[in-house]
Nanobody, 124 residues
């Protein structure tokens, strides 16, 4: 599967932004999907994950309550709605797909396919 992330940009602190990740290929609904981010000089950080059906989602502690992950399997797309953005949310955001069964995959090594990343900059 090939992943294409989009929707990044410049936003002021406290603002909102929605990211999109569209998959090509078949069987999108068989992948657990996740979002990660990586700031300069830092390790790649888990943001959110969602089960194959979309019925279960889980979040990293730093974004819980502010970000929402969702998916539309008919459109081969996973979304990340980001609210109450902070300067420290500035990073390149990546979507990823996992072939593993089960849920709650939070490590980069749990994911087999990655999008190219989209830059999110939070600044006044």
């Amino acid at each position: 599967v090939q992943l294409q992330a989009s929707g990044g940009g410049l936003v002021q602190p406290g603002g909102s932004l929605e990211l999109f990740c569209t998959a090509s290929g078949r069987s999108f609904g068989t992948y657990v999907m996740g979002w990660f981010r990586q700031a300069p000089g830092k390790e790649r950080e888990f943001i959110a994950g969602i089960s194959r059906s979309g019925g279960l989602s889980y979040y990293g502690d730093l974004v819980k309550g502010r970000f929402t992950i969702s998916r539309d399997n008919a459109k081969n797309t996973v979304y990340l709605q980001m609210n109450s953005l902070r300067i420290e949310d500035t990073a390149v955001y990546y979507c990823a797909a996992s072939r593993y069964t089960g849920n709650d995959h939070r490590r980069p090594v749990d994911y087999h396919y990655w999008g190219q990343g989209t830059q999110v900059t939070v600044s006044s």
